[in-house]
Nanobody, 121 residues
Framework: QLQACGGGLAQAGGSLRLSCVAS?????MAWFRQAPGKEREFITG????????SYADSVKGRFTISRDNAKNTVYLQMNSLKPEDTAVYYC???????????????????WGQGTLVTVSS
C-alpha cells in the first residue's frame, strides 16, 4: 500500500513537497496527476537505484523526484508552481522489477489514494 501526503494550497511561484510511503519494498515509483475534467497524466518516475528518472515536459526543470529506499519513500519536490499544476497527485509503484517505461501507467501495480495540490494565481 502507498500513502501520499504533502498536498495543499500554494501560490503561483511557490513550492510544495509531496511524500509517498510504501508499506514494503518497491522498484519503480512514479507520480501521476489528474486535473478536473482531464485524464490522469504521468509526471515523473524513478527506478529503484535512483539513477534513472523520467519527467514530463510540463514539469521538467521545476519538479524533482527522489527516493529513500531505507524508508520506502518517494518524494516530489515541486518548485515554481503554476495554476495549471492544480490536480490530485497520485503516487504509484511496482513491487517487482520491470523493464517497462516509467511513464506507462500499466506497469504499476500499487497506487496511492491521491493528495490534492491547489495552486492559486
Amino acid at each position: 500500500q502507498l500513502q501520499a501526503c504533502g498536498g495543499g494550497l500554494a501560490q503561483a511561484g511557490g513550492s510544495l513537497r509531496l511524500s509517498c510511503v510504501a508499506s514494503g519494498r518497491t522498484f519503480s515509483m512514479a507520480w501521476f496527476r489528474q486535473a478536473p475534467g482531464k485524464e490522469r497524466e504521468f509526471i515523473t518516475g524513478i527506478k529503484r537505484s535512483g539513477s534513472s528518472t523520467s519527467y514530463a515536459d510540463s514539469v521538467k526543470g521545476r519538479f524533482t523526484i527522489s527516493r529513500d529506499n531505507a524508508k520506502n519513500t518517494v518524494y516530489l519536490q515541486m518548485n515554481s508552481l503554476k495554476p495549471e499544476d492544480t490536480a490530485v497527485y497520485y503516487c504509484a509503484a511496482t513491487v517487482q522489477a520491470t523493464w517497462g517505461a516509467l511513464a506507462s501507467p500499466v506497469i504499476y501495480d500499487s497506487w496511492g489514494q491521491g493528495t490534492l495540490v491547489t495552486v492559486s494565481s
